[in-house]
């Protein structure tokens, strides 16, 4: 029992670092993407397809643990070419349409996976080595480990980065009121510019430790890791950072004990379905959320 | 009308043309209608109340195989479809069921989870899939012709429920959940339910879908149909199509769905059907949404108004949008009606006062907006309540009306008001309108005066959507005081105008006549005056007179223009920083010195400027 809870901190570590992102983006922007998944899944597709063929021009086979840096650089950039193009246009329309961009491209990456990739299981080396550690009698391999060390580390910088930076201040303004903040000038587009570009990094890097630890990437594979990192920050309450990790942790946990405990496929999703209705429900800003109550 | 010929031409060209194709394609087609049922029953959830379902394809699934387990076992296929519909119905309102409590689009993600949930689990289960199981078509559907003409019948029922819905109460509280959520409250609208009911219809649409898939394969071993992918294919056909325009979705639907299937390549390219058109629908997702969200839906508006424009015998001329002067007795005839409206509660006598806050406290975290205000109302007066910027007068109607926090006691007609919801308290003849307008701009003046109405059509939804007698009877008796109230305030001839497309004063005056419609004894309005010029606001005094003494009512106006408030109000109350700093006969209120440092700052300082 203890050892499950343990794999499935190291799970939900990986989701929280989605997690996050996504409710970077909700704190900065009042968009809900769900996108994030088919994003860093996009950047180490492609830090896959670099490692075995070579980066087009270069020649150069980059080695495992570089695809981590490949996935995390296309993550962001992929971040930022969806802010300016896609979402910066929408500022001021109604929620709905943002959500409805971020699904469009989620599906366009996921399909452009599909086209460019295969739909075949794409065998995903670790790119953090091969090691494997006994915690408290579960067995972590390498990525799983890494992931819990990056869950915290984001953690601390989300800290940081929002008490003790200008920027962050800044951000945290442009959440209360972004009218007042461009008033008060504030760079809101910056601002914008930089929680995509935040969250589509750890996208990246959040699909680098996923892939190989669930044994390889298909497309549409992560907007079903993003459903256990969305719902993980539907849970903690979208408007907390520290939410989105502890839902995510909640939810890896959730999944490894049931899906342990109980043998019938689908089982751990049914108890996913369940917490995330029965969250809403009772509590409907979350765990750790300031609003969202009618 | 031009375009209305023209699309019926190209309805019955479509549908026609479509009946001489050979039989495969017209099972290809059938498939292509069991998408288009699905997507036009998730842009009801969409279009209406501004919700998305990221599960529409699993509860396609939900409904085929429901009416596969149902129909295999030797029930008649009607029974099959019913189940089929309930079922999916029930599966959408389980995912739906936080919106009673949230007001985000979180629900997204619920609906995420069932998508998932039902992948995994329940289409992996062969009690579930009816694996060993096929449901024979009734002997009247043997032939693809007349498979198709059902699938075709099942549309048309769709089209006609969606119909319904945009006439009748179900539709517009969608609507008002969508665009005004807290202030549809006051018409009488249950958000958390209208949403609910919206998930419910929806998912009732989309099992009709599934269960005409289930009659078209009999079995269904593969689950290809029902997965995440098709969910957001789903969404793709319903904005690239232009949520809320039917004609649009299905044609996305054909593009989207037949194309593949009916020719190999794009036609006029080399391109692969198969491989692009997912693609390009997904790329063309979110060109849609962001720079043509009316999709093909508006494409096809913009070629009606130009044939409308083309081959019109004439153009209808545009109305004065401004009111006209009213036939005063017409008026008193309309207002007589307006005021017999059936009240829920008797009225307690005697009672002093028709409204009576005792010590209201409204406070939002540590803001205390309204502490410890105290103030009455007495029958067929008009109150006015005065105050600087921020001195808690919308504060105390949104008190009155349910949309704050308030401790403290506000009794109306003598019934405590704390703790009643405020979707009942224009039942209990108390209503209001909003600073900043608290109507649909995007529908016409005559679907808003009904939304405001809300509380009157008290027949069950359903009822309304299957079109029973006494819900059309209600309709169309909530449609006629809909009309006496515009007559009142001389806006009868704008009644098919949409709202937004008035001047902002004219928006203001069908906001009161739609607060009036409501049958309220006790009116309270909100700068009725803000964004009129001098002689609209001293006509809209006499309006707030006349309206007084022909409909029996109550007013409290929160005015910043004293002179009026000094021509019409019976009696004021002052309010500064949340607490009450005078009160008493207009005139003399306004002349104490505390009131005007509270307008204008320092007394001494106001050198130059007067009241008014």
Same mark, same amino acid.
């Given at each position: 029992m203890l050892a499950r809870i343990i794999t499935g901190l190291s799970a939900g570590a990986a989701y929280a670092l989605v997690a996050v992102g996504v409710v970077l983006i909700y704190k900065c922007t009042r968009a809900l993407s769900i996108a994030q998944g088919e994003i860093g899944a996009f950047g180490f597709f492609i830090a896959l397809r670099w490692a075995a063929r070579g980066i087009p021009g270069l020649g150069w086979h980059p080695a495992r643990v570089v695809t981590l840096l490949i996935a995390l650089v296309v993550g962001a950039a992929l971040g930022a070419a969806i802010e300016r193009l896609v979402m910066r246009p929408l500022v001021g329309r109604p929620p709905l349409d943002a959500l409805i961009a971020t699904l469009g491209v989620a599906l366009f990456l996921a399909l452009l996976e599909k086209e460019l990739f295969g739909t075949a299981t794409q065998f995903a080396p670790s790119p953090v080595g091969e090691w494997k550690l006994v915690v408290l009698g579960a067995t972590l391999t390498a990525p799983r480990i890494v992931a819990l060390a990056f869950a915290a580390g984001v953690a601390l910088a989300a800290y940081v980065f929002f008490s003790r930076t200008r920027f962050g201040l800044a951000v945290r303004a442009t959440t209360g009121d972004p009218t007042v903040a461009r008033l008060m000038g504030i760079p809101v587009n910056r601002v914008y510019r930089f929680a995509w570009v935040a969250a589509g990094a750890l996208a990246g890097l959040a699909a680098a430790l996923l892939g190989p630890a669930f044994g390889g990437l298909t497309p549409f594979a992560m907007t079903k890791f993003s459903l256990r990192a969305l719902a993980g920050a539907v849970i903690g309450g979208l408007d907390s950072i520290w939410g989105a990790i502890v839902g995510s942790l909640l939810v890896g946990v959730l999944e490894a004990v049931v899906g342990g405990q109980f043998t019938t496929a689908g089982a751990s999703e049914l108890a996913v379905l369940v917490l995330v209705i029965a969250t809403l429900v009772a509590r409907p800003r979350g765990l750790l959320g300031a609003e969202g109550a009618s | 009308m031009p375009s209305r010929v023209a699309s019926a031409i190209a309805v019955a060209v479509a549908v026609g043309g479509s009946l001489l194709l050979g039989n495969v394609k017209l099972s290809i087609l059938v498939g292509v209608g069991v998408t288009a049922i699905a997507a036009l029953g998730l842009d009801v959830l969409v279009a209406r109340t501004g919700q998305l379902s990221l599960a529409h394809a699993a509860f396609l699934g939900v409904g085929a195989f429901t009416a596969i387990n149902v129909g295999s076992r030797g029930a008649p296929w009607p029974v099959a479809i019913l189940a089929a519909v309930i079922v999916t119905s029930a599966a959408a309102i389980l995912t739906g069921l936080p919106s009673l409590r949230i007001r985000?689009?979180?629900i997204a993600i619920t609906t995420l989870a069932f998508q998932e949930f039902a992948e995994e689990f329940l289409f992996s289960r062969n009690d579930v899939t009816a694996a060993d199981r096929t449901l024979s078509r009734p002997s009247f559907l043997h032939s693809d012709v007349r498979l198709y003409l059902f699938a075709l019948a099942a549309l048309a029922l769709v089209l006609l429920v969606r119909y319904r819905l945009s006439v009748t109460k179900a539709g517009r509280s969608f609507l008002a959940v969508r665009d005004i959520e807290d202030r549809a409250r006051c018409f009488g609208v249950e958000p958390g339910q209208s949403k609910l009911l919206a998930y419910a219809i929806s998912g009732a649409i989309v099992g009709l879908a599934g269960s005409v898939l289930a009659l078209k394969a009999g079995s269904i071993s593969a689950k290809d149909p029902f997965l995440l992918l098709e969910s957001l294919q789903l969404v793709a056909i319903v904005v690239v199509g232009g949520a809320g325009s039917a004609a649009g979705i299905v044609t996305a639907a054909v593009l989207v769905k037949g194309l593949p299937q009916f020719s190999s390549t794009i036609p006029l390219t080399h391109l692969r059907a198969v491989r692009i058109v997912p693609i390009a629908s997904a790329a063309l997702l979110v060109v849609a949404i962001v720079a043509a969200p009316q999709g093909i839906g508006g494409l096809y508006r913009a070629v009606g108004r130009f044939l409308d424009r083309r081959l019109g015998a004439r153009g209808r001329a545009r109305p004065e949008p401004r009111p006209r002067p009213t036939d005063a007795v017409a008026a008193a005839h309309g207002a007589a009606t307006l005021r017999l409206v059936p009240r829920p509660l008797p009225l307690r006598m005697p009672v002093p006062a028709l409204l009576e806050a005792r010590e209201v406290r409204v406070a939002y975290g540590g803001v205390t907006a309204l502490d410890g205000v105290s103030l009455e109302v007495r029958r067929g007066e008009i109150v006015g309540l005065i105050g600087a910027n921020g001195a808690g007068k919308s504060t105390f109607f949104n008190a009155v009306s349910g949309l704050a926090p308030v401790k403290g006691s506000i009794r109306y007609r003598g019934v405590? &008001?704390?703790? @009643? $919801? $405020?979707?009942s308290r224009s039942a209990l003849g108390a209503a209001r309108t909003f600073q900043d307008l608290? &109507? &649909? @701009? $995007?529908?016409t003046v005559a679907e808003n005066v009904l939304l405001a109405q809300t509380w009157l059509a008290r027949y069950p939804a359903a009822a309304g959507i299957v079109g029973l007698g006494s819900a059309l009877r209600t309709e169309r008796e909530l449609r006629r005081r809909a009309g006496l109230a515009l007559e009142l305030f001389g806006l009868g001839h704008l009644a098919s105008e949409r709202l937004g497309d008035l001047p902002y004063g004219t928006m203001r005056i069908v906001e009161i006549a739609s607060a009036v419609a409501a049958g309220p004894d006790l009116l309270m309005l909100d700068e009725a005056t803000a964004g009129l010029g001098p002689d609209e606001s001293h006509a809209l005094g006499d309006r707030f007179l006349a309206v007084r003494d022909e409909l029996g009512l109550t007013l409290v106006v929160v005015e910043h223009h004293v002179p009026l408030i000094a021509r019409v109000c019976d009696y004021a109350y002052c309010l500064e920083s949340g607490v009450l700093i005078a009160e008493g006969k207009p005139d003399d209120v306004t002349a104490q010195p505390q009131v005007v440092e509270s307008f204008l700052g320092r007394a001494d300082a106001a050198t130059g400027r007067g009241l008014g």
């Open positions: - | 985000g689009l979180q405590e &008001l704390v703790g @009643r $919801a $405020a979707s608290g &109507l &649909l @701009r $995007a529908e």
